[in-house]
């Protein structure tokens, strides 16, 4: 598994603990940072990870716009944490970090889909990021 593979799973957490405790992102990123720090091996995923909650955290209301624009009747809040935190790691990804290809932003949070979410998930987080894609 590649680092940025781990890394999109860590900030995956990141967002889905702090979406379901109710926590600010800036507060769950700041904890998981501080355990990171005890965690040198896990260096290279942590960066990245970083990088990833910190460009949602400064993009959020435009991620979660285009989100929203694109989740063909599919509000945020009705959409499972699981998948609404794929969709902004995704989204972030294709709009806001040019090292990664569009494709390997989707192909990668569709496959923590089918992992981590429900059957229909996998299709549906490809369906949002696919449309994010074509608009950007």
Known sequence: MSARTKARKRALDILFQADVRGEELAIMLATEAKRASSEPDRQVSWLYA???????????????????TFAKDWSLQRMPAVDRALLRIGAWEILYNDEVPTAVAIDEA?????EF?????????HGVLARI???S
């Open 117 to 125: 979410s429900t059957d229909d998930s996998g299709s549906f987080v």
């Open 110 to 114: 569709v496959e923590l889909a089918k």
């Open 133 to 135: 894609a074509r608009s």
């Open 50 to 68: 970083r990088d990833i909650v910190d460009g949602i955290i400064d993009n959020r209301d435009e991620i979660d716009e285009q989100i929203t």
